[in-house]
């Protein structure tokens, strides 16, 4: 059934009852990475926070950004720690780093071969993987290398 | 302004253990075995249980000071104190803390503990089974991001890509540990020596962390005592003295489960904070003798020995090999009781007793002559700690 990278049946995404990511996971769910920027300032920060740490401000503005970046670091699991991921490993997840957006970094699972060799500095693309028959409906950030033809 | 330190005003009087089972397996109460690490650490100082008026935990402790207080019918209670934090960052800090009341006049008596017995509660390398996730575990668990190893495993890769260090290195970590635990009969794994072949033949944790790269889970309890360097003279064991001690992390060193967006993500985080220790005990890491240096995973261990200054990034390959980490002739002797890789979990408590262990003379893999013996602990979690012992000679 499935396009997704790991199984289905690891915890759910939701925004925090007190809504401070759901610009967030609202944006993915638009095929959009929104990340929090200082308007005074410019100074991008993620994970979202309530104030600006540069000038303990609290106009947070939630801003797009180009869905790309660099693998600043990664692993590959080799032991499952839930149920879900029981015949799912090996499986890779990437630190990805956004240049463009202040280095603000985020991570997901990098799509293709699960043994492929990885490298740091890789450059690489948001791909959107929705989850739509889930309840709650959601919508992860998934990473794959740009390949360049 | 006058220096504010505590330098050599307090002292570990005692220290008391349970035997340390593997995980689950603990036949007591998990609260019986924190009463009994703490009569144990008495009995060690010689002090009246009912003498202790302050206590000091960390990684939030089940087991809470108005609840021990009342049964060890203790006098009274002056002190009670947790550090913020999970994992084992607060071992050196709730030391400090301790230090820190008896220095300041809050308390007279103060016992740091820890216990755990993870067959009456949750194990700490599962993730999370809730059906959903919110606020910055949201970020790491569905990506299948939701173990300690996998938490820190990119901090050691970055930081190894970064600095040309392979495999070899960590190897050489995890060596020492189990290399120690050969001769501590504490040890749970005592009689299970580890080669090299065996690590390299070991499955993956988590890139780069093989499963021998990775600490036990276990079930004990573990204590010190901790009282005025005046006091502690005149007790039954030789003193370990406070020299030095800190606690914290660096710019914006974000939560465990967001340790991903840390501007600075290879890092053990003690950089701030070894320097801090060093400035108070007023001694450099030449003049350190014996380290036991907190293993959650090797490549923490790594970081953690390059931020205390042992040694520079550039020669981790070259420096860190078995021989120069094991006692008594290594050059640095790191985790001489097997640690939390091969002697005990216990959140790292196990090892500020190793470091007065050193200091005493009663290693089970004694350094010769030890004076300045360090602990830390935690790498790579917020808030990280350390400290520093020295011997009546160092003061």
Same mark, same amino acid.
Do not use: E
């Given at each position: 059934m499935s396009n997704y990278y790991l199984p289905a049946g690891l915890p759910i995404p939701v925004p925090e009852p007190n809504g401070l990511s759901k610009p967030y996971w609202d944006g993915l769910r638009k095929e959009t990475i929104m990340v929090q920027r200082n308007p005074r300032t410019g100074v991008y920060q993620f994970p979202p926070q309530w104030i600006c740490h540069d000038t303990q401000t609290f106009d947070v503005e939630w801003v797009a950004v180009e869905p790309k970046g660099v693998i600043y670091s990664w692993t590959r699991a080799g032991?499952?720690?839930h149920p879900a991921l029981r015949e799912a490993c090996p499986y890779i997840v990437v630190v990805v780093e956004l240049p463009h957006a202040g280095g603000v970094r985020m991570l997901g699972n990098l799509l293709g071969d699960p043994h492929q060799t990885v490298r740091i500095g890789t450059p690489v693309e948001a791909v959107f993987e929705h989850h739509n028959e889930s309840d709650p409906k959601f919508t992860l950030l998934q990473w794959r290398i740009i390949v360049t033809r | 302004m006058t220096k504010r330190t505590m330098r050599g005003q307090v002292a570990v009087a005692g220290i008391g253990e349970t035997i340390y089972y593997r995980h689950g397996k603990a036949t007591e109460p998990e609260m019986v075995l924190c009463l009994k690490a703490i009569l144990a650490a008495c009995e060690d100082a010689g002090i009246d249980p009912r003498d202790i008026d302050g206590f000091s935990s960390y990684?939030?402790?089940?087991?809470?000071p108005p609840t021990l207080a009342t049964a060890l019918g203790t006098h009274e209670l002056r002190y009670s104190t947790m550090l913020w934090g %999970?994992? %084992?960052?607060g071992g050196a800090g709730a030391m400090a803390n301790a230090a820190a009341a008896i220095t300041s006049g809050l308390a007279d008596c103060v016992v740091v503990y820890r216990a755990l017995a993870q067959g009456q509660f949750g194990r700490f390398g599962q993730g999370p089974r809730a059906k959903t996730v919110s606020g910055d575990p949201a970020l790491t668990v569905p990506y299948g991001q939701m173990s300690p190893a996998l938490w820190y495993a990119p901090k050691a890769m970055r930081f190894m890509h970064e600095h040309h260090i392979g495999q070899e290195a960590l190897r050489a970590i995890a060596m020492a540990s189990y290399h120690h635990a050969q001769a501590n009969p504490r040890a749970v794994m005592y009689g299970r020596p580890l080669t090299e072949e065996m690590y390299d033949e070991s499955r993956w944790i988590a890139e780069p962390f093989h499963l021998y790269d990775c600490c036990q889970e276990n079930d004990g309890a573990a204590a010190l005592i901790l009282v005025s360097a005046e006091r502690a003279k005149d007790l039954k064991q030789k003193p370990a003295y406070v020299l030095g001690a800190a606690m914290g992390a660096g710019y914006? &060193?974000?939560?465990t489960m967001a340790g991903h967006a840390t501007p600075d993500l290879a890092s053990s985080h003690f950089k701030t904070v070894a320097k801090h220790m060093y400035d108070m005990a007023e001694v450099g890491p030449k003049d350190v003798d014996v380290v036991q240096s907190y293993e959650n995973f090797t490549g923490g261990v790594l970081m953690s020995l390059v931020e205390h200054g042992f040694l520079a990034a550039e020669e981790a390959l070259e420096f860190l090999k078995l021989e120069n980490l094991?006692?008594?002739?290594?050059k640095l002797p790191l985790n001489t009781s097997g640690g939390n890789l091969a002697e005990c979990y216990m959140h790292g408590l196990e090892l500020q007793i190793e470091a007065v262990r050193q200091i005493r003379g009663q290693s089970t893999s004694q350094v010769p002559d030890v004076k300045v013996s360090l602990a830390a602990s935690g790498?790579? &979690?917020?808030p990280v700690s350390t400290i520093i012992f020295g011997t009546e000679a160092t003061l």
């Open positions: 032991h499952p720690v | 990684s939030n402790d089940r087991n809470d %999970g994992g %084992g960052g914006r &060193v974000h939560s094991i006692a008594p002739s290594g790498p790579m &979690v917020t």
